[in-house]
Nanobody
């Protein structure tokens, strides 16, 4: 079955960096767009970024544009989110998502705090 497993979260100081990874299985990864979402406490889940199947197209939320970079390695069935210049408002649970299969990862906590 389709599975998504995130890794790489944790606690980081403001201005720091983290790299999230999502390992996919159960489908032909290289054929589908992949997304990252996040949900902060008391807020709705929001799209952070998505990347097209071949990696040539990507889109970012305005709040992360210029700070976050989404990428994928189709040989390793992995999509990543490089997060730089992190701010306290980036604190959230981050989720990997495939819209075609409507499947979420389990989520991973990112906390930005001094």
């Amino acid at each position: 079955q389709v599975q998504l497993v995130e890794s790489g979260g944790g606690l980081v100081q403001p201005g720091g960096s983290l790299r999230l990874s999502c390992l996919a299985s159960g489908f032909t990864f290289s054929s589908y767009t992949m997304s990252w979402y996040r949900q902060a406490p008391g807020k709705e889940r929001e799209l952070v970024a998505f990347i097209g199947a071949a990696g040539g197209i990507s889109h970012y939320a305005n709040s992360v544009k210029g700070r976050f970079t989404i990428s994928r390695d189709n040989a390793k069935n992995t999509v990543s989110l490089q997060m730089n210049s992190l701010k306290p408002e980036d604190t959230a649970v981050y989720y990997c998502y495939t819209v075609f299969f409507r499947t979420w990862g389990q989520g991973i906590q990112v906390t930005v705090s001094s």
